[in-house]
């Protein structure tokens, strides 16, 4: 089965300007337009090997997108392996393994490849029960995998029975069924034995966030006999690990209408008391401020909104964003209460993120002491000397 595009002629030859042979032989999967002395022109995703800046040996290959600043991505450090269908099959192959190990017991929805994490620059792939949903990340993957021939491979690896290729923005296009008949949407699937469903058409991301995995099982722990406050709550997973962690009531509060009616189900589905949770439609910061107003307040709040800083530029306004959101929740927590926080932008580095958990728990006068600091879960690997791909923060505070 093709799994990755035929080439058309030997890989394009790319002269490395700077010195960078170092940081891609300690595995850093990117170069940057920037850092090539030519651009040759090639279609999107055509296989290329990179030389270094003195001598012009070989240093890594990796596929080629002439016209994007992420001009170069590594598919194999190794100068001497070429990229042939081989190749992929044992790199598609090594990541399955990895999952064999690290997804937990009663647990039906993983993430299956992680890009450049797994050594497949771009793929991203997630699984539910029986479903799997791949996403390709930009025009230098997708013209280098052959997504329909990998969804034949998987199905075949893994028993599925539909595989639906998501486009990363809705804008970019529409999905694609790549096997299976008539899409079944949403699917259900189980998380630490959890009922959940994914949404893998209209859904956020796959159709659920599996990178708050542990979090959230950590949350639940926490959550016996607690007023529990879920902002963000998008469809309720926080909240029913809360309820079924013996919480003393949930709010969970969303701006999406479909997301919280997915809550409301999902609290239903795994048989939590349905007079203990509320679902309520608000923007979060209007919702905490008039919580703040009418001394409504929670034993334990979680926070896990979307990115505020999706690019530098918008860095200095999206720490301030947050910073803003961590004094509101602080506001609202009874004093030895739990403030769950997480960003799940690349650009806020943990260090960062905990100077605006300080700020902004001090802007609320109160004080607190950290009791977790966690990010992604094993499904989803990142290369050691890449940080920026380890996006997700999440830090567990008391507050007091
Ligand atoms: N915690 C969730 C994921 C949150 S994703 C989980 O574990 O599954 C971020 C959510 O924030 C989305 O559901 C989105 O609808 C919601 N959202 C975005 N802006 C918002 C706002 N201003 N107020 C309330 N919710 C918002």
Redesign the pocket.
């Known amino acids: 089965m093709p799994l990755i595009k035929p080439p058309q002629g030997p890989p394009v030859e790319l002269r490395l300007s700077r010195d960078l042979v170092r940081t891609l032989k300690r595995g850093h999967p990117w170069v940057f337009a920037d850092a090539l002395r030519h651009l040759p022109p090639a279609r999107p995703g055509s296989p290329a090997i990179l030389l270094d800046n003195k001598k012009g040996r070989p240093v890594a290959h990796g596929f080629y997108h002439a016209q994007s600043p992420l001009a170069f991505r590594v598919c194999s450090p190794n100068p001497d392996e070429p990229l042939t269908n081989a190749w992929a099959e044992a790199q598609l192959t090594r990541a399955l393994r990895l999952r064999k190990t690290v997804v937990p017991a009663q647990t039906s929805g993983y993430r299956l490849f992680n890009g450049e994490g797994d050594g497949l620059p771009g793929l991203i792939c997630d699984v539910y029960s029986d479903t799997a949903v791949m996403q390709l990340d930009g025009p230098g993957p997708t013209g280098f995998w052959d997504a329909a021939g990998i969804a034949r491979w998987l199905a075949e690896q893994l028993r599925l029975k539909q595989v639906v290729l998501k486009p990363q923005a809705r804008s970019s296009g529409t999905d694609q069924l790549l096997v299976g008949q008539l899409a079944v949407n949403p699917v259900p699937f189980l998380e630490n034995g959890v009922h959940f469903v994914a949404d893998v058409i209209n859904g ?1 991301k796959t159709g ?2 599996l990178d ?1 995995r542990n979090n ?1 099982k950590l949350v639940g722990q926490m959550a016996a006999n607690r007023a529990v406050l879920n ?5 309720g ?2 909240s029913v690990y809360a309820g079924l962690g013996g919480a003393s009531r949930v709010t969970t ?4 209408g479909p ?1 919280l009616q997915t809550a409301e189900y999902h609290w239903h589905s795994n048989n939590l008391p349905p007079a203990q949770h509320r679902a309520i439609k ?4 209007s919702f905490l401020a008039d919580a703040a107003k009418t001394k409504n307040t929670w034993d334990l709040v979680v926070v ?3 990115s505020f800083a999706p690019s530098k530029e918008t860095l200095k306004t999206g720490l301030a964003a947050y910073q803003k959101l961590i004094t509101a929740a602080a506001a609202v927590v009874n004093v030895d209460g739990l403030l769950a926080a997480a960003s799940c932008s690349s650009h806020v580095d943990l260090a960062a993120f905990l100077l605006v958990c300080e700020e902004g728990v001090s802007k609320a006068r109160r004080r607190a002491t950290v009791l977790a600091i966690a990010g992604q879960p094993a499904d989803h690997p990142t290369p050691l000397v890449f940080s920026e791909f380890r996006y997700l923060k999440f830090v567990l505070m008391r507050v007091e």
């Open positions: 956020q659920f966030f708050q959230r902002v963000f709550g998008y469809t997973g926080f509060v969303d701006l999406s997301a608000a923007d979060a910061f896990d909104p979307p």
